[in-house]
Antibody, heavy 118, light 108 residues
Framework: EVQLVESGGGLFQPGRSLRLSCAAS????????MGWVRQAPGKGLVWVSV???????SYVDSVKGRFTISRDNSKNTVYLQIDDLRVEDTALYYC????????????WGQGTLVTVSS | ENVLTQSPGTLSLSPGERATLSCRTS???????LAWYQQKPGQPPRVLIY???RRATGVPDRFSGSGSGTDFTLTISRLEPEDFAVYYC??????????FGQGTKLEI
């Protein structure tokens, strides 16, 4: 079955770090561009980061310097490292697969919830 | 940043009616860089339209997309009860990367 499963969310204190994982099955993450999108409670979708086939990465300006996206081909998994957590990072984090030659994301996971609170 | 502005914020219609959702981008984008998603409560987004007008696999033909440059439209020809949800447009631009609109809530 083709799917994405995120994990690593939970309750964290401000200033701490965490790593979210996105395990893919049914396809190869290294052959696709993969992204992270977050959604704060009751709010809209915000694109966060992308990693391309050539491992080039990009981030939304608001997270540059704190977020790092990476990929482990042997585990067919994409990661999002978040450092110096802030209350405003509280959100449901979705992993998504990009569609080649187009700019959309055609496969999404169910998301993992990150709550940042003291 | 390429800002996407969706209108209206909320659209109140009845089953059987036609829905027209608008998405305006602050910078012109190419035809293959505009998508529409549907999101229902407790679910991840689902892509409906990509490349401005291409229906994703399994999407009913009552959904259609159109537009160019900075103005794009999602049309639902005859609303079904399951179509009431939040809809987002999303763009890709080589320099500004990916951006979502703020969403249009389609309610009964």
């Amino acid at each position: 079955e083709v799917q994405l499963v995120e994990s690593g969310g939970g309750l964290f204190q401000p200033g701490r770090s965490l790593r979210l994982s996105c395990a893919a099955s049914g396809f190869t993450v290294s052959s696709n561009y993969m992204g992270w999108v977050r959604q704060a409670p009751g709010k809209g979708l915000v694109w966060v980061s992308v990693i391309y086939v050539d491992r080039m990465t990009s981030y939304v300006d608001s997270v540059k310097g704190r977020f790092t996206i990476s990929r482990d081909n042997s585990k067919n998994t994409v990661y999002l490292q978040i450092d110096d957590l802030r209350v405003e990072d509280t959100a449901l984090y979705y992993c998504a697969r990009g569609r080649p030659n187009f700019g959309d994301y055609d496969l999404w996971g169910q998301g993992t919830l990150v709550t940042v609170s003291s | 940043e390429n800002v996407l502005t969706q209108s209206p914020g909320t659209l109140s219609l009845s089953p059987g009616e036609r829905a027209t959702l608008s998405c305006r981008t602050s910078q012109s984008i190419t035809y293959n860089a505009l998508a529409w998603y549907q999101q229902k409560p407790g679910q991840p987004p689902r892509v409906l339209i990509y490349g401005t007008s291409r229906r994703a696999t399994g999407v009913p033909d009552r959904f259609s997309g159109s537009g160019s440059g900075t103005d794009f439209t999602l049309t639902i020809s005859r609303l079904e009860p399951e179509d009431f949800a939040v809809y987002y447009c999303q763009q890709y631009h080589t320099t500004t990367r990916y951006t979502f609109g703020q969403g249009t809530k389609l309610e009964i």
